[in-house]
């Protein structure tokens, strides 16, 4: 019965995990056409220059409300239950993006950047969710759990793009427009919603008392720089974040001005990889689990992401894009639940949402930097984005082999000592 009963409020986690990543794909192929496209409806009559910065802040907005929100609703969620607290932020995230298809209808700037703010507080569910999960895994099926996330991350990341750059293209279907992608999702957050409050069932099994702090993501962020046994991990997973994100924000953009892709053909590209990412979190990051611990994949994995990322300066022709960029999504589908495995083991079972909210403010952190830095290297030139992921990405697993490597180094010592 506990059995039956954890599979279901899995399938629950799986659904609200893929309908919160099927947004964020949603976003991928429509914002960078929004303003960068011709004719773009926010675009008209800024220079290029201006139009980066723009694009830059909105994209800053998300995140930026994240690094504030998940510590919160992570604490909130460990002091009143994962249930209450998830269902408030889909409530949130339900009315972002009605309110950013409105603002596209509308054409409203401002209305556009609230929009943002709003879902990116609410849009902290990720940790309650990774919280959830925590709660009713055995550290044996801890990393295959949150590699079911990992799934659901990758089929939303199929659908998403797809989506949104067939909705958001007209000549697909003559009444489709920007707007419609966002408001497609809205209705599937209100399902959503309506799921969590008839099949969801509360995990949380001791309730901890603690006072909220408002800026308790920046705080953290402090903190966990504090903890010995965090430190190294988190540093890891703020450079893997900043790498990744250069390239999810200004893959599109590189596409759009070198190659004059559509948002159409941007999507299918981006569900092209879904499909990579999906294959790996379904399949390879499963069968690794049973025979390599997370610390070992994530020597090899993370190398994987910079070698793909530095191959896609290359081609001068774009059909090419289909062949590099599964090496990416391979990297990243090892990569995102072991990094997640390795930060949970470090904390105890009364510490995950926390723990789990202080590495959602540390990714939060990693999407904010590139949102406000990029615009500017996008100015200086298109490719200086991709390059600066590349770079951050090799850094990273150099920062986690330094940390790690000679820890494994120090274990085998040992072991050959007492032998």
Not at 29 to 47: K, R
């Amino acid at each position: 019965m506990e059995k039956k009963s954890n599979n279901l409020l899995l399938f629950t986690i799986f659904i609200t995990v893929f309908i919160d990543l099927l947004g964020v794909g949603i976003i991928i192929p429509v914002l960078p056409s929004v303003f960068y496209a011709d004719g773009a409806a926010f675009g008209i009559g800024t220079s290029e220059s201006a139009v980066s910065l723009y694009y830059g802040l909105l994209l800053a907005c998300y995140p930026g409300m994240q690094l504030i929100g998940a510590p919160i609703l992570g604490t909130l969620s460990d002091k009143y239950g994962r249930k209450p607290v998830l269902t408030i932020a889909l409530i949130g995230t339900f009315i972002g993006y009605s309110l950013f298809a409105l603002a596209i209808v509308i054409k409203s700037l401002p209305l556009l950047f609230f929009a943002r703010l709003l879902p990116g507080f609410t849009g902290g569910n990720i940790s309650i969710v990774m919280s959830a999960i925590s709660d009713i895994s055995t550290d044996d099926a801890r990393t295959r759990n949150f590699g079911l996330v990992g799934l659901a991350f990758a089929i939303g990341f199929i659908l998403g793009p797809t989506i949104g750059g067939i909705m958001g293209d007209n000549t697909v279907v003559s009444w489709f427009n920007h707007s419609v992608p966002f408001l497609f999702t809205a209705g599937l957050t209100l399902i959503n919603i309506i799921l969590v409050q008839f099949i969801f069932k509360e995990t949380l099994k001791e309730k901890k008392q603690e006072d909220i702090k408002i800026f308790e993501g920046v705080l953290n962020i402090v903190k966990s720089f504090r903890i010995p046994n965090l430190r190294g991990i988190f540093t890891v997973v703020l450079l893997f974040s900043v790498g990744f994100t250069f390239f999810t924000q200004y893959f599109s953009v590189y596409l759009i001005e070198e190659f004059g892709w559509s948002e159409k053909q941007i999507g299918l590209l981006y569900g092209w990889v879904g499909i990579w990412l999906a294959i790996t979190q379904g399949l390879i990051v499963r069968k690794l689990s049973y025979h390599y611990k997370p610390r070992k994949l994530l020597f090899i994995s993370m190398p994987i992401v910079a070698v793909g990322l530095i191959l896609l300066l290359m081609p001068s022709e774009s059909w090419l894009f289909y062949l590099i960029n599964p090496i990416i999504a391979i990297g990243i589908g090892i990569t995102s639940p072991n990094l997640t495995t390795a930060v949970s083991e470090q904390a105890g079972p009364e510490r995950q949402g926390e723990i789990l909210g202080i590495n959602q403010s540390m990714q939060s952190l990693g999407q904010l930097i590139p949102a406000l830095v990029g615009g500017v290297l996008a100015s200086l030139g298109i490719s200086y984005p991709l390059i600066a992921a590349c770079v951050i990405v090799i850094l990273a697993w150099i920062v986690y082999v330094s940390l790690f490597g000679k820890r494994k180094s120090s274990t085998e010592s040992n072991v050959a000592v007492a032998s």
